[in-house]
């Protein structure tokens, strides 16, 4: 017996897979401004909050498009030159 398989589940499979790496990864990014509140003005940190919060909104379409993976570093980048998140480093994680 032949076994069908949509393709919209195909797709879908690794837009999820994608979505869920880089919604960790901006949640990551939203929790390190939580921490570093005091080094802002508040405008500022809500702005980055709005921001965040906007792309968590929208993750799955931004990850559903063709040059996402472009896209998601463009904006990790960005945030990261606000929090600084890539030069905090986890003891535990170094070799």
């Not at 993750?59 to 998601?72: E, N, P, R, S």
Request: net charge neutral.
């Amino acid at each position: 017996m032949a076994r069908v398989v949509s393709p919209d589940r195909v797709l879908s499979a690794p837009v999820s897979i994608a979505s869920d790496f880089y919604r960790q990864e901006f949640i990551r990014h939203r929790e390190c401004l939580k921490q570093q509140r005091e080094y802002f003005s508040e405008r500022a940190i809500t702005e980055a909050d709005h921001a965040l919060a906007l792309v968590l909104g929208h993750l799955d379409q931004l990850c559903a498009k063709d040059d996402a993976a472009q896209v998601m570093g463009q904006l990790l980048r960005k945030f990261n030159a606000v929090t600084g998140l890539s030069s905090w480093s986890d003891p535990n994680k170094l070799h």
